[in-house]
């Protein structure tokens, strides 16, 4: 499961360097419906195209990573079933923690209205993007406009096609949203990386998490 993935990313990325990318790629499905949903904080602009990250780009992380004594933002709790309803989405499951420390939670979209069908997976921890840059990990490219705080990546292990991850860097540790299309059609990286960046706009805005 990604969330095996993601657990074995953070050890490794909080920890010590030497840890080898893991490689279970496994993910789960979910059945969805064809109709539109009235957000009520989040309205999507038309979906762009990435452009390239400019190779001397130097991320500076929102949070202390020497300091363990940081909290990370609770994303997966603190939002009532309510309030994921009013932005179109579902927990599925139960939360999970581990002392890395890291947050993970599986999400699912109500009525995804654009064709794209997939899961999604919210998780907080204080993995680095250059931990992330050195396994090779990191999508070199954003969408104009956007938070430049905001980065993209992918899981490891040649598990590179059906998903996008989005995430950004807080003074509360690092928050991302995985989406993973599990659908018939074939939605390019650029619109896998969109869904994300969407959701994880639709959560910042209304969990306020900065």
């Given at each position: 499961?990604?969330?095996?993935?993601?657990?074995?990313?953070?050890?490794?990325?909080?920890?010590?360097?030497?840890?080898?990318?893991?490689?279970?790629?496994?993910?789960?499905?979910?059945?969805?419906?064809?109709?539109?949903?009235?957000?009520?904080?989040?309205?999507?602009?038309?979906?762009?195209?990435?452009?390239?990250?400019?190779?001397?780009?130097?991320?500076?992380?929102?949070?202390?990573?020497?300091?363990?004594?940081?909290?990370?933002?609770?994303?997966?709790?603190?939002?009532?079933?309510?309030?994921?309803?009013?932005?179109?989405?579902e927990k599925t499951g139960e939360t999970?923690?581990?002392?890395?420390?890291?947050?993970?939670?599986?999400?699912?979209?109500?009525?995804?209205?654009?064709?794209?069908?997939?899961?999604?997976?919210?998780?907080?921890?204080?993995?680095?993007?250059?931990?992330?840059?050195?396994?090779?990990?990191?999508?070199?490219?954003?969408?104009?406009?956007?938070?430049?705080?905001?980065?993209?990546?992918?899981l490891p292990q040649g598990d590179e096609?059906?998903?996008?991850?989005?995430?950004?860097?807080?003074?509360?540790?690092?928050?991302?949203?995985?989406?993973?299309?599990?659908?018939?059609?074939?939605?390019?990286?650029?619109?896998?990386?969109?869904?994300?960046?969407?959701?994880?706009?639709?959560?910042?805005?209304?969990?306020?998490?900065?």
């Amino acid at each position: 499961m990604r969330t095996r993935i993601l657990t074995a990313l953070v050890v490794c990325g909080v920890a010590v360097s030497g840890c080898a990318p893991p490689q279970d790629t496994q993910s789960a499905h979910s059945t969805t419906t064809e109709e539109t949903y009235p957000f009520e904080t989040w309205e999507s602009p038309p979906k762009p195209t990435m452009i390239p990250l400019p190779s001397d780009r130097d991320y500076v992380e929102a949070f202390d990573q020497h300091d363990r004594t940081q909290q990370l933002y609770e994303i997966c709790d603190s939002l009532s079933p309510e309030d994921l309803n009013a932005i179109g989405l579902e927990k599925t499951g139960e939360t999970r923690r581990g002392s890395n420390p890291i947050i993970d939670c599986g999400i699912r979209e109500l009525r995804p209205n654009d064709g794209i069908h997939g899961v999604f997976n919210f998780t907080a921890d204080f993995v680095l993007f250059d931990y992330l840059h050195s396994l090779g990990l990191i999508i070199n490219a954003t969408f104009t406009g956007i938070d430049e705080r905001i980065f993209f990546s992918h899981l490891p292990q040649g598990d590179e096609g059906d998903h996008c991850d989005a995430a950004i860097s807080t003074p509360h540790g690092r928050i991302s949203v995985t989406f993973t299309h599990t659908g018939k059609a074939t939605p390019t990286k650029d619109e896998l990386c969109w869904k994300a960046y969407e959701t994880l706009e639709k959560l910042r805005t209304k969990g306020g998490f900065q």
